[in-house]
């Protein structure tokens, strides 16, 4: 009765799916476009307190993640490069699959169970490489090459073209907004975009190393379902 929250033991757990799109930052820069794919997977949801308009809770997620980079193959005049040997414009694109597990701090405002709520949410992620997969429709070795005529690529760093991934484990920040439904007898359905920037990088970074830095940034958009497993015994409880 002395605190300033009202508590709350409420639990629980669904699933999640939605669009990513990602690309690396690299140093020295490799021009990109955004890289789609899937992500999707299960969602765990704690909710402790009332804290006076704020509904606190603890989001866990761990996610199947289908990101990596896509190039972007140009001349000087930002028109396609054409190979020579298959006449088509040359491109390229690295999928990466990551099992994915962020956990968030997550504050609502809003209804709780009958009504329309919007949150934020924000905390750690961590990823692990589970595989990968190169996709180019040109011979490696018939490569254009960057011309001093600015006939060929704008671009000439191509060394992660043939790289593989040295570091499996990924790690960063994510934080999202959004909006969500909740039905007493279905359950609550969550739109949310989201933000992620990694803190490490895919390769090497030493001064040994080719790239100085090569970390993701990946914007999602995803629908939640969550069903209640438990819920606190609270007649005040909208």
């Known amino acids: 009765m002395a605190q300033v929250g009202e ?3 409420d639990f629980a757990v669904g699933f999640n799916g939605g669009y990513v799109m990602s690309s690396l930052a690299f140093v020295p820069e490799v021009p990109q476009l955004q890289h789609t794919g899937f992500t999707g997977g299960l969602t765990f949801r ?5 804290y ?3 509904i606190c809770a603890i989001v866990a997620e761990v996610n199947y993640a289908n990101i990596g980079w896509k190039e972007d193959i140009l001349t000087p005049q930002d028109e396609p490069v054409i190979n020579a040997v298959t006449g088509e414009p040359e491109q390229y694109e690295r999928d990466l ?4 597990i962020p956990v968030f701090a997550r504050m609502g405002w809003g209804r709780e169970r009958k009504g329309v709520q919007v949150f934020a949410q924000a905390g750690p992620q961590m990823g692990i490489l589970l595989g990968e997969h ?3 429709n040109f011979p490696w070795e018939k490569r254009t090459p960057t011309y001093s005529d600015g006939t060929g690529r704008t671009s000439g760093v191509v060394a992660q073209d043939t790289m593989a991934v040295e570091n499996k484990l990924d790690y960063g920040i994510a934080a999202g907004l959004g909006i969500e439904f909740s039905f007493r007898k279905v359950g609550h359905f969550m739109l949310e975009g989201r933000f992620y920037y990694g803190l490490g990088n895919i390769y090497g970074n030493s001064k040994r190393d080719f790239f100085a830095r090569s970390n993701f940034n990946n914007i999602t958009v995803k629908l939640t379902y ?3 497993v438990r819920r606190t015994k609270n007649s005040k409880i909208k």
């Open 7 to 9: 508590h709350r033991e």
């Open 226 to 228: 969550l069903f209640d």
């Open 97 to 100: 699959t990551y099992i994915q």
């Open 46 to 50: 704690f909710t402790s307190e009332k």
């Open 134 to 136: 190169t996709k180019m």
């Open 52 to 54: 006076f308009k704020s």
